[in-house]
């Protein structure tokens, strides 16, 4: 009876709890899928073992588009994905990840931490019985890869690409018609030129699939992801039942999947981007008219979403007004550091 | 003797552990202090209060300068600082921190977390009895406030200027007289004229001090901080004493600490910024041959403290190898993305 009265005890203050979460990605993508990985082991070793998020790669529960569905609905607690994969069921999904011309990284993390960015987005969530956290930043992807060179915005005209979501419907008013392929299917489709060009994430995801063998002109900036989010995505009812300190353990954890797979991004990328070029690869900035165009188009499609849309314009209206004074500051102190650094790179002094 | 039996088996899974963290700054400095303070939030709320972090504003325990040793010597079990304080005792500690042209923010954030910065870093300081985790960055600092213009190299000759540490070492070689002056003596010796010029933070930590109605030229970019990282450091013993779990949740509380304080400085600075602007702060940037003059004088610098010191110069070549590969790699995807964003922002259309 003794041993029948310390046993609960015990359990009332750290019960094992299992979750399973279904990542959008496979294992192959170390960079993503990895912090996925980390967060769960921050986890366990946070609670002694007791608290313990089984990643599972996408497609092994549920399809990777799928996941934030089978969250909601319960089939599991948690995912690991990327908000604006769901931009077809309401745009304002979007908005917890990237959008065309958006927040930075750093501004990302800035909105989200102090600007109220994850409570407006979990007051969002909340009415798809979701609650989310930033869990993993890319940085500014590429443009992707294109067989021919992309010489101004007439040669956008007919385009076939490979681009997904939201940028999608952006990006159809210069006259691209987007392709939505899964990513192993991207690199026959370019070879047989089923497709004219694709977008995958940057040098060091881009440089395992080989692009530069079949698409070799690597066009920058990649103007519909310039800092996206990806977020751990958690039932709702599963979130209030867990105990208050596993919802801090699970709150720290995202943050150290957040800054985690920003720092594998901004290790790896670079000698990627060297050994790409080795490679082949051939650098291309977008021409100017591209980005002006496409610039114009997104404005066009947020007052669009925004008329019909009030959760979207709420929070989208929240990073433009960031937005606009963020990247005033970054002119200052943050850009001519870096670009005195880079014309020392340049000039061999690095 | 059946409670007794069981309190134990309690308390060794989940031992109450109360620490003194002294803090370096005061409390007025919210962005940095207010770091420490979210981190002990958190350690608190994963362990259910078991593990709790008192943090003291500096002057109330320990000197702010003095934390390091006061951690060393086990006055208090760890300390929330910049390495960079303790150059004087080793320059190592800089490294730890930001040195003149080292790596901004995020590239510090890839040295530490993949590049084996953390490993590096702690083989050093295993050595002062201590182990840290980075715990905040305030990204590119600006170079400071200045009575009258600096319109070449030849007018920082003589220059009497309020800055600290190592980067008083690299200035020196421009001509300038480096001056240590606690934070809250900078603003009546700039009036006076005792000093020149002196460098603090950026806009927000600045903006509270009001240096613009005494030295109204505010400098950009601090060069010698281009991503100065804050650390936690803790006492060896009492790190090895600690239950694993406890440990893994002092390392997550220092990620969250590190990644909410540069979200707090990249969501406060735009606004503050703004308001000096207002309040009469002439921005300039930092003339080209000062910029090079200061490179050369930090190159001879490392060759120097190279040359004698096997500790600095392996984590400093780490640093560096990273560093050139870094900035090559920014000048793609990063840098036009946030250049094209730039210049919406002067066109009025952000």
């Not at 102090?114 to 956290?133: C, H, K, R, S």
């Not at 395992?208 to 709702?236: D, H, R």
Request: aromatic share 12%; net charge negative; with cysteine.
């Amino acid at each position: 009876a003794a041993a029948g009265l310390a046993a609960p005890a015990i359990a009332q203050e750290a019960p094992t709890v299992t979750w399973r979460v279904t990542s959008s990605f496979p294992k192959s993508l170390d960079t993503i899928f990895g912090a996925a990985d980390t967060m769960a082991r921050y986890v366990s070793e946070m609670t002694d073992g007791r608290f313990t998020l089984q990643i599972f790669p996408a497609g092994e529960l549920v399809p990777g588009l799928e996941a934030a569905d089978a969250v909601a609905s319960g089939t599991v607690e948690a995912c690991h994905t990327v908000p604006y994969y769901y931009w077809g069921k309401d745009p304002a999904y979007a908005l917890g990840a990237a959008v065309p011309f958006g927040l930075n990284a750093r501004m990302m993390n800035a909105w989200f931490y102090y600007g109220g960015g994850v409570d407006m987005m979990n007051e969002f969530y909340a009415t798809q019985n979701l609650i989310a956290f930033p869990a993993g930043n890319t940085g500014v992807q590429m443009a992707g890869w294109y067989r021919k060179e992309i010489n101004s915005l007439a040669d956008m005209q007919g385009l076939k690409m490979r681009i997904g979501g939201f940028a999608g419907k952006v990006i159809e008013k210069l006259g691209v018609v987007p392709q939505q392929i899964a990513g192993g299917d991207i690199y026959p489709s370019l070879e047989k030129g089923t497709i004219d060009a694709a977008e995958w994430v940057g040098p060091y995801d881009d440089e395992k699939l080989g692009f530069q063998k079949v698409a070799p002109y690597y066009y920058y900036p990649g103007w519909w992801e310039g800092g996206p989010a990806i977020a751990t995505m958690v039932n709702l009812d599963k979130w209030n039942e867990l105990p208050k300190s596993y919802q801090a353990v699970l709150k720290a954890g995202c943050v150290v999947a957040n800054t985690d797979m920003l720092a594998s991004y901004d290790w790896k990328n670079p000698t990627a981007l060297k050994n790409l070029v080795a490679n082949g690869a051939q650098l291309r900035p977008l021409p100017q008219d591209v980005l002006s165009a496409a610039f114009d188009a997104a404005a066009a499609t947020y007052a669009e979403v925004s008329a019909s849309n009030p959760a979207f314009k709420k929070i989208w209206d929240s990073q433009v007004a960031f937005r606009k004074d963020a990247y005033l500051n970054a002119q200052i102190a943050e850009y001519n550091y870096d670009v005195f650094m880079m014309a020392q790179q340049q000039a061999g002094k690095l």
